[in-house]
């Protein structure tokens, strides 16, 4: 045991050093299929001698370990008993005794765990976490209330369900006595210990976690435990939103637990406020005047910045609140509130100029993004914007007079015209800043572009002599009212915003790049994009050179990828003019090729090599018609290294462009390099890491087609059939596994599947028995019609099915043709789904012998199938269109660890008869050929099996 901690204490120390990471998480990998590896872990965390760094690499590994192997999709666990068993015994007690660090990642495994086994596989849980909880020794109670906080927390974004209810009624039966009776002797230990720095602040973080559970256990209902105790509980509350102590005067920077603990109590606040205000009501204005003193008395220090932001969250939750709102209703109020509380707020601080110096990158994360929900100006704004809501007319005249006061001195001071522009940008708009089209709806008091004209039009076109802030404020006012803008004065504001790109200042040309792209985004009413390829093809090489030689300056792995905005606006300036990149296609592949090899050393911001490789994607999808080759060619050398090198972050990029540029030409031959491909396709290893699996199944189906020779003389038909039912087995894979066989059946002969196609049946009818789901149901009717559609020619046809499905099984084929295969094809709604459902059917009625002979009812049931689809004769167009290519949303893009699809490689709807251009007149054509090849018989059938109706109808096709 001591020689395999020691064995994995040495990987786990290797993946921190970049040059032997890969090699080092490989060997972590094939570890992890060994028996009892997550408990060699956590020997590993609770080994003090071994260094921290270590044991906190453990407990990551733990973590994420736990997240993909405890259970199965089903929730069946995929360790031994013994293991979990020993885990749970364990992990409690481990998380208690661990430094912070290590506590943060273990109580997140035990959230995982949580997730699957609380509370009925584990309902000792919580009477082991009671039992631990210590009235004198602060260490323990907080290690228990971590692990407690970790469980309940999942509630707070949960919808109610009665499995939700009982679990929290479970929770509380056995904790929420404890609980109470914890709250007292907290408050009982920090009175007590008023002078003892170390215990007061122990002390204090056990209050910041019982208002925080206090938050958890009150998220979705009003438990009766609290609102019994809800008037004590509110003089503890009240008690510490206007508790000081000098122990806690000093740092500027950091929050200390008496701030963390102020904040904690207004979120609860504004959940009280926000969801029980009935019972909340007696004490809220108790509160208000506690908050507002509060927010006038705290300096503009960044330790309070948190403390800030909830208490001014919790301010526009009373503000919502009709019966309170009107508390800020006077004139002198709200000058009060502006004065007091927004403009202290919202003004710029030297700690906002250091950050916009000297951590750029941070400065437009915080400002754009809304990842500054908790900073002092998002949350004052909001604050400001729920009083407009209220009161417009009034709020806009009060806040206007400061606005014209502080333009007044603008042209001396820039700060005081910041603090203008900012607030004129908070009141105008209404609602948020959307991400698709900026601010949506405009206080009818104002007028924006005449607004811009005066005061901030010249910040914008100015050369010189303005402060960056100030033309970063320009731009953000371009970009915020981006859709009040009319097409024409779009046109006069975009050259001196490109213009922008060129400023040495790394904010300002970044935000040029962020209103650029965003622009090139906007739609019209009608759907349309608002500059189109011709209003920018002129511009686009110099702009695209500019850009990528901004990303580019610094060749650092880190550094290069550090500004996803860049690379998302050279994406977007690339899918608006489509294939008129062709005459620089080979210097924009110079640089995307470039970065790809330099980032690939040291994937860091998912963000940024997301949008890179949708920027490539976009080559490939406009100009792979005309360039697939060369695109190829280029391609292969990074491509190829990306697989080599296993860049696990990259690899279902590089299948997912891949399998484009295949499906981009089908008739073209497999080129050798893709053959090189198909042997290691077709090991199981690509296909154990989770994020691969979308890309590497798209990617095999599109090469299906094109290697049928290949696949056939290396023997690999069956390793590939082997991957189809291991997808299959998956719920979130069995649409992958679907894709992998119809480009099977498709592509392969009858007597070359024939071996194989019982037990493909066998595994697809084994589904179909249990609760299929309705995309389930789909795709196999969409495998049927395809097998169906191929016919003789191929060697299949509907007859070929049906002797494999009655060879498993005597008369299984009856009831799953007229349950599922009929009635599923009447719900398909896209056209090429229809369209195989037509051809399908036509090849049934005209070629096979089983409804020609035993299935004669099914026949009429057949043909008045394929009557109602041609009803809505299915119109399939092929090509790309101009339609907007939208990316994902990247915010939730894991580490490797996830999948995202590349919009720019979308696999449209697949069409396996694109020859077939018009329905109606094919089913008439084959129609009339089969009839004169049977002698008639169709027309036989026809009079015999249907109604005199649909003769009729059928008889159109067969004139």
């Given at each position: 045991m001591a020689a395999e901690i020691g064995h994995i204490a040495q990987l786990l120390d290797a993946t921190l050093d970049q040059h032997q990471h890969r090699k080092a998480e490989n060997a972590l990998r094939q570890e992890e299929k060994k028996p009892n590896y997550s408990l060699t872990l956590l020997n590993i965390v609770a080994s003090s001698p071994l260094p921290p760094k270590t044991r906190l690499a453990a407990a990551l590994a733990f973590k994420n370990f736990i997240r993909l192997n405890y259970v199965d999709e089903e929730g069946n666990y995929k360790l031994s008993q013994d293991e979990v068993a020993t885990i749970k015994q364990e992990l409690v007690g481990l998380m208690i005794s661990s430094p912070p660090n290590i506590q943060t990642q273990l109580g997140e495994a035990i959230s995982i765990i949580a997730d699957s086994d609380f509370w009925k596989r584990w309902d000792t849980l919580i009477q082991d976490l009671v039992s631990r909880l210590s009235t004198t020794d602060y260490k323990v109670t907080n290690g228990v209330l971590e692990v407690a906080h970790s469980i309940f927390v999942?509630?707070?974004?949960?919808?109610?369900?009665?499995?939700?209810?009982?679990?929290?009624?479970?929770?509380?039966?056995?904790?929420?006595?404890?609980?109470?009776?914890?709250?007292?002797?907290?408050?009982?230990?920090?009175?007590?210990?008023?002078?003892?720095?170390?215990?007061?602040?122990?002390?204090?973080?056990?209050?910041?976690?019982?208002?925080?559970?206090?938050?958890?256990?009150?998220?979705?209902?009003l438990p009766p435990v609290l609102e019994s105790n809800l008037g004590p509980i509110a003089a503890i509350l009240l008690k510490y939103l206007s508790y000081s102590n000098q122990i806690f005067d000093g740092d500027d920077d950091e929050a200390t637990a008496l701030e963390t603990v102020k904040a904690d109590v207004c979120e609860v606040l504004q959940l009280y406020t926000t969801k029980f205000d009935d019972d909340f009501n007696t004490y809220a204005d108790q509160f208000t005047n506690a908050v507002w003193h509060l927010l006038s008395t705290v300096g503009p220090e960044k330790r309070y910045d948190l403390l800030v932001s909830k208490a001014l969250h919790f301010l526009t939750a009373i503000a919502s609140v009709p019966r309170h709102a009107q508390n800020f209703s006077s004139e002198e109020t709200l000058g009060q509130v502006v004065e007091k509380v927004i403009l202290p707020n919202v003004a710029l601080r030297e700690s906002d100029i250091e950050m916009f110096e000297d951590e750029p990158i941070e400065f437009i994360r915080r400002d754009l993004e809304g990842s500054d929900t908790d900073s002092r100006r998002r949350a004052a704004t909001d604050f400001l914007r729920k009083l407009l809501e209220n009161f417009e007319m009034l709020v806009t005249?009060?806040?206007?007079?400061?606005?014209?006061?502080?333009?007044?001195?603008?042209?001396?001071?820039?700060?005081?015209?910041?603090?203008?522009?900012?607030?004129?940008?908070?009141?105008?708009?209404?609602?948020?800043?959307?991400?698709?089209?900026?601010?949506?709806?405009?206080?009818?008091?104002?007028?924006?572009?005449?607004?811009?004209?005066?005061?901030?039009?010249?910040?914008?076109?100015?050369?010189?002599?303005?402060?960056?802030?100030?033309?970063?404020?320009?731009?953000?006012?371009l970009h915020n009212f981006r859709s009040q803008l009319s097409k024409e004065q779009w046109q006069a504001a975009f050259e001196p915003l490109i213009k922008n790109l060129a400023s040495t200042n790394y904010v300002v040309y970044t935000y040029a790049a962020i209103a650029v792209e965003r622009v090139l985004f906007l739609t019209t009413d009608a759907g349309q994009p608002l500059f189109s390829r011709t209003d920018i093809e002129p511009f686009a090489k110099g702009l695209l050179e500019h850009l990528f030689n901004l990303v580019e300056r610094d060749p650092s792995p880190a550094k290069l990828q550090e500004n996803e905005f860049l690379m998302r606006c050279i994406m977007r300036v690339l899918i608006v003019i489509k294939d008129g990149v062709a005459p620089i296609l080979d210097g924009i592949l110079d640089h995307l090729i470039n970065i790809t090899n330099i980032i690939k050393a040291n994937p860091s911001n998912p963000r940024f090599y997301y949008y890179h490789f949708e920027a490539v994607g976009a080559l490939v999808r406009y100009c792979a018609a005309t360039s697939g080759a060369k695109l190829e060619a280029r391609l292969w050398a990074p491509f190829s290294s990306v697989l080599n090198e296993e860049v696990t972050e990259f690899v279902p990029y590089v299948f997912q462009i891949f399998a484009a540029l295949l499906e981009a030409d089908r008739s073209s031959a497999l080129s050798d390099n893709f053959k090189t491909l198909i042997t290691p396709l077709t090991t199981p290893t690509v296909w154990e890491t989770r994020g691969n699996v979308p890309g590497c199944a798209r990617f095999l189906a599109a090469i299906i087609p094109k290697a049928t020779g290949e696949i056939q003389a290396g023997n690999q038909l069956e390793p590939v059939l082997g991957i189809f039912q291991q997808l299959l087995s998956g719920k979130k894979t069995e649409q992958n596994a679907f894709d992998i066989l119809e480009a099977i059946v498709g592509s392969f002969q009858g007597p070359v599947l024939d071996q194989y196609f019982g037990t493909i049946l066998r595994i697809v009818f084994a589904k179909l028995q249990g609760n299929p789901s309705d995309?389930?149901?789909?795709?196999?009717?969409?495998?049927?019609?395809?097998?169906?559609?191929?016919?003789?020619?191929?060697?299949?046809?509907?007859?070929?099915?049906?002797?494999?499905?009655?060879?498993?099984?005597?008369?299984?084929?009856?009831?799953?043709?007229?349950?599922?295969?009929?009635?599923?094809?009447?719900?398909?709604?896209?056209?090429?789904?229809?369209?195989?459902?037509?051809?399908?059917?036509?090849?049934?009625?005209c070629d096979s012998t089983a409804f020609a002979q035993r299935y004669q009812k099914g026949w009429g049931f057949t043909c008045n199938n394929l009557l109602d689809l041609l009803k809505n004769a299915a119109k399939v167009t092929a090509?790309?269109?101009?339609?907007?290519?939208?990316?994902?949303?990247?915010?939730?893009?894991?580490?490797?660890?996830?999948?995202?699809?590349?919009?720019?490689?979308?696999?449209?709807?697949?069409?396996?008869?694109?020859?077939?251009?018009?329905?109606?007149?094919?089913?008439?054509?084959?129609?009339?050929?089969?009839?004169?090849?049977h002698s008639g018989a169709i027309v036989k059938f026809a009079d015999e099996r249907l109604s005199p109706e649909a003769k009729q109808v059928l008889a159109t096709y067969l004139q």
């Amino acid at each position: 045991m001591a020689a395999e901690i020691g064995h994995i204490a040495q990987l786990l120390d290797a993946t921190l050093d970049q040059h032997q990471h890969r090699k080092a998480e490989n060997a972590l990998r094939q570890e992890e299929k060994k028996p009892n590896y997550s408990l060699t872990l956590l020997n590993i965390v609770a080994s003090s001698p071994l260094p921290p760094k270590t044991r906190l690499a453990a407990a990551l590994a733990f973590k994420n370990f736990i997240r993909l192997n405890y259970v199965d999709e089903e929730g069946n666990y995929k360790l031994s008993q013994d293991e979990v068993a020993t885990i749970k015994q364990e992990l409690v007690g481990l998380m208690i005794s661990s430094p912070p660090n290590i506590q943060t990642q273990l109580g997140e495994a035990i959230s995982i765990i949580a997730d699957s086994d609380f509370w009925k596989r584990w309902d000792t849980l919580i009477q082991d976490l009671v039992s631990r909880l210590s009235t004198t020794d602060y260490k323990v109670t907080n290690g228990v209330l971590e692990v407690a906080h970790s469980i309940f927390v999942r509630w707070r974004p949960l919808f109610q369900s009665n499995d939700l209810y009982e679990e929290i009624n479970h929770v509380l039966s056995i904790f929420g006595e404890p609980y109470i009776r914890m709250l007292s002797v907290v408050d009982q230990q920090i009175e007590a210990n008023r002078s003892d720095p170390t215990a007061l602040k122990g002390w204090f973080d056990t209050l910041s976690l019982l208002v925080k559970i206090f938050y958890d256990l009150s998220c979705q209902d009003l438990p009766p435990v609290l609102e019994s105790n809800l008037g004590p509980i509110a003089a503890i509350l009240l008690k510490y939103l206007s508790y000081s102590n000098q122990i806690f005067d000093g740092d500027d920077d950091e929050a200390t637990a008496l701030e963390t603990v102020k904040a904690d109590v207004c979120e609860v606040l504004q959940l009280y406020t926000t969801k029980f205000d009935d019972d909340f009501n007696t004490y809220a204005d108790q509160f208000t005047n506690a908050v507002w003193h509060l927010l006038s008395t705290v300096g503009p220090e960044k330790r309070y910045d948190l403390l800030v932001s909830k208490a001014l969250h919790f301010l526009t939750a009373i503000a919502s609140v009709p019966r309170h709102a009107q508390n800020f209703s006077s004139e002198e109020t709200l000058g009060q509130v502006v004065e007091k509380v927004i403009l202290p707020n919202v003004a710029l601080r030297e700690s906002d100029i250091e950050m916009f110096e000297d951590e750029p990158i941070e400065f437009i994360r915080r400002d754009l993004e809304g990842s500054d929900t908790d900073s002092r100006r998002r949350a004052a704004t909001d604050f400001l914007r729920k009083l407009l809501e209220n009161f417009e007319m009034l709020v806009t005249q009060v806040v206007f007079k400061y606005i014209n006061h502080y333009l007044g001195i603008g042209g001396k001071d820039w700060k005081a015209k910041d603090t203008a522009v900012y607030l004129f940008l908070a009141i105008a708009a209404k609602g948020s800043v959307t991400a698709a089209q900026g601010v949506k709806t405009v206080n009818q008091y104002v007028d924006v572009v005449d607004f811009f004209q005066k005061n901030v039009a010249s910040d914008l076109v100015a050369d010189e002599g303005v402060e960056p802030i100030s033309k970063v404020d320009a731009i953000k006012y371009l970009h915020n009212f981006r859709s009040q803008l009319s097409k024409e004065q779009w046109q006069a504001a975009f050259e001196p915003l490109i213009k922008n790109l060129a400023s040495t200042n790394y904010v300002v040309y970044t935000y040029a790049a962020i209103a650029v792209e965003r622009v090139l985004f906007l739609t019209t009413d009608a759907g349309q994009p608002l500059f189109s390829r011709t209003d920018i093809e002129p511009f686009a090489k110099g702009l695209l050179e500019h850009l990528f030689n901004l990303v580019e300056r610094d060749p650092s792995p880190a550094k290069l990828q550090e500004n996803e905005f860049l690379m998302r606006c050279i994406m977007r300036v690339l899918i608006v003019i489509k294939d008129g990149v062709a005459p620089i296609l080979d210097g924009i592949l110079d640089h995307l090729i470039n970065i790809t090899n330099i980032i690939k050393a040291n994937p860091s911001n998912p963000r940024f090599y997301y949008y890179h490789f949708e920027a490539v994607g976009a080559l490939v999808r406009y100009c792979a018609a005309t360039s697939g080759a060369k695109l190829e060619a280029r391609l292969w050398a990074p491509f190829s290294s990306v697989l080599n090198e296993e860049v696990t972050e990259f690899v279902p990029y590089v299948f997912q462009i891949f399998a484009a540029l295949l499906e981009a030409d089908r008739s073209s031959a497999l080129s050798d390099n893709f053959k090189t491909l198909i042997t290691p396709l077709t090991t199981p290893t690509v296909w154990e890491t989770r994020g691969n699996v979308p890309g590497c199944a798209r990617f095999l189906a599109a090469i299906i087609p094109k290697a049928t020779g290949e696949i056939q003389a290396g023997n690999q038909l069956e390793p590939v059939l082997g991957i189809f039912q291991q997808l299959l087995s998956g719920k979130k894979t069995e649409q992958n596994a679907f894709d992998i066989l119809e480009a099977i059946v498709g592509s392969f002969q009858g007597p070359v599947l024939d071996q194989y196609f019982g037990t493909i049946l066998r595994i697809v009818f084994a589904k179909l028995q249990g609760n299929p789901s309705d995309s389930y149901k789909s795709r196999f009717v969409r495998f049927y019609h395809l097998v169906s559609a191929r016919g003789f020619e191929a060697g299949l046809g509907t007859d070929y099915f049906i002797k494999h499905a009655e060879a498993l099984q005597a008369g299984v084929f009856t009831p799953i043709y007229l349950n599922i295969i009929l009635q599923t094809t009447s719900q398909f709604a896209r056209p090429v789904d229809r369209k195989l459902g037509v051809i399908s059917f036509t090849k049934t009625l005209c070629d096979s012998t089983a409804f020609a002979q035993r299935y004669q009812k099914g026949w009429g049931f057949t043909c008045n199938n394929l009557l109602d689809l041609l009803k809505n004769a299915a119109k399939v167009t092929a090509g790309v269109g101009d339609e907007i290519v939208t990316e994902a949303d990247v915010d939730d893009i894991g580490f490797g660890i996830g999948y995202t699809p590349l919009n720019t490689c979308k696999r449209g709807p697949r069409d396996d008869f694109v020859e077939i251009t018009n329905v109606e007149t094919w089913v008439s054509g084959y129609m009339k050929a089969a009839d004169q090849r049977h002698s008639g018989a169709i027309v036989k059938f026809a009079d015999e099996r249907l109604s005199p109706e649909a003769k009729q109808v059928l008889a159109t096709y067969l004139q």
